[in-house]
């Protein structure tokens, strides 16, 4: 659990975030009925014991030392109040002044906050976000987006979603083939927006969701997702339900339609473990929601194409989703993995010296108080 503490802003220097498509672009799209939350993230980082000589803890030498955390400041169904976003970084207990920015990746609306550790000899790190985040509903015009055909030119802020992308490898042999297998080699026979409703019912229909989606380390702690991806997805036809989001997410690509996986928190979920859901992007339109999660819970109600499905597109509940990021593995050369090598959303680069150590995941969550004028 995160314990209470008071967030200190450090030099915060946010870029100028240029305008994006992820807001609808016609009012085939709509978003209304918006739920303010306050997420606070704590990641650490915990240099551990020798594993022959219990007594010896290794230490952490660092000086200059990247650290990194995924920031959406404006999705699709979501936006940050970048002016109220706080961030601390602790080096054994203390706060310390810090580098902190946030900046660009290649990925339409995401960034990464990112902290420099200055110059620290000691055993563990902590880092904290401080975030207010709005979610909203969705409510799409069906019979608009249907109509709506494939393009030549997809705009330049969703050519990252057409790639691929670690634990969606949308260009490997494997995710060609069960595409081809799938539409018979017709995807592009249909509008995008129908082809996104039916990848998703393939999926459905063929995939079986099992196991739990995190993995807890030897303390009780969060340590990583349990993700494989599309192609161990493909292999077994069974995992996660991140590995089901990897694997719809790589088709709509491998077919030629952006698409990306959301990961965050159902607040509906008493547990507040991380989810993830989907989103394709369907031309002069905006993003579609995807949560596969409802789908899989009520398989006969996506028989029908023409019709509309629980959790694609419109969707009444989409605002109590708040996604924290488009990657289970930061898009950068960073060490983002704890003991079991499972992805933690987070990385850091341990420079000049690296030790062994355990990396977490912490975060709480809350429905924000109204704010007064």
Not at 33 to 46: A, N, S
Not at 123 to 152: C, G, Q
Not at 232 to 248: F, N
Not at 266 to 274: H, N, P
Request: glycine share 6%; charged share 25%.
């Amino acid at each position: 659990m995160i314990r209470m503490m008071t967030i200190a802003l450090a030099a915060l220097a946010v870029l100028p975030l240029a305008g994006t498509a992820s807001p609808p672009l016609s009012d085939a799209i709509k978003r209304y009925e918006p739920i303010e939350y306050q997420l606070i993230i704590e990641g650490r980082v915990t240099a551990y014991r020798d594993r022959i000589e219990a007594e010896n803890q290794y230490q952490l030498t660092l000086e200059g030392a990247p650290l990194v955390f995924p920031l959406i400041p404006d999705g699709a169904y979501h936006t940050i109040d970048m002016a109220r976003l706080k961030a601390t970084l602790e080096l054994d207990d203390v706060a310390v002044e810090s580098q902190f920015e946030v900046l660009p990746t290649s990925q339409a609306d995401g960034r990464l906050a990112r902290f420099v550790i200055p110059k620290f000899s000691g055993k563990h790190i902590e880092f904290f976000l401080d975030e207010f985040v709005t979610s909203y509903n969705a409510r799409v015009d069906e019979a608009r987006l249907r109509a709506i055909p494939w393009t030549e030119s997809w705009p330049p802020e969703v050519s990252a979603e057409r790639q691929p992308q670690r634990y969606v490898e949308s260009t490997s042999e494997e995710v060609k083939q069960l595409l081809e297998r799938l539409t018979r080699g017709k995807h592009k026979d249909v509008a995008p927006f129908l082809l996104g409703k039916e990848l998703a019912r393939q999926v459905v229909n063929n995939f079986q969701v099992s196991g739990k989606n995190y993995y807890n380390d030897q303390n009780g702690q969060f340590a990583g997702i349990e993700v494989e991806g599309a192609v161990k997805a493909i292999e077994k036809m069974r995992g996660t339900s991140h590995d089901a989001v990897c694997l719809y997410v790589a088709l709509c690509r491998a077919s030629g339609l952006p698409a990306r996986p959301v990961i965050g928190i159902d607040m509906k979920d008493k547990s507040k473990e991380l989810i993830s859901w989907a989103e394709f992007f369907v031309p002069s339109a905006g993003w579609v929601a995807v949560d596969l999660r409802r789908l899989f819970k009520a398989p006969g109600r996506a028989h029908d194409i023409m019709r509309e499905w629980p959790g694609v597109g419109s969707n009444d509940e989409l605002n109590f989703l708040v996604p924290i990021s488009y990657h289970y593995h930061p898009p950068a050369g960073v060490r983002a993995e704890g003991r079991a090598r499972k992805p933690l959303l987070w990385g850091w680069q341990p420079v000049p010296v690296s030790v062994p150590c355990d990396q977490v995941l912490n975060w709480r969550i809350f429905k924000a108080p109204k704010r007064g004028s």
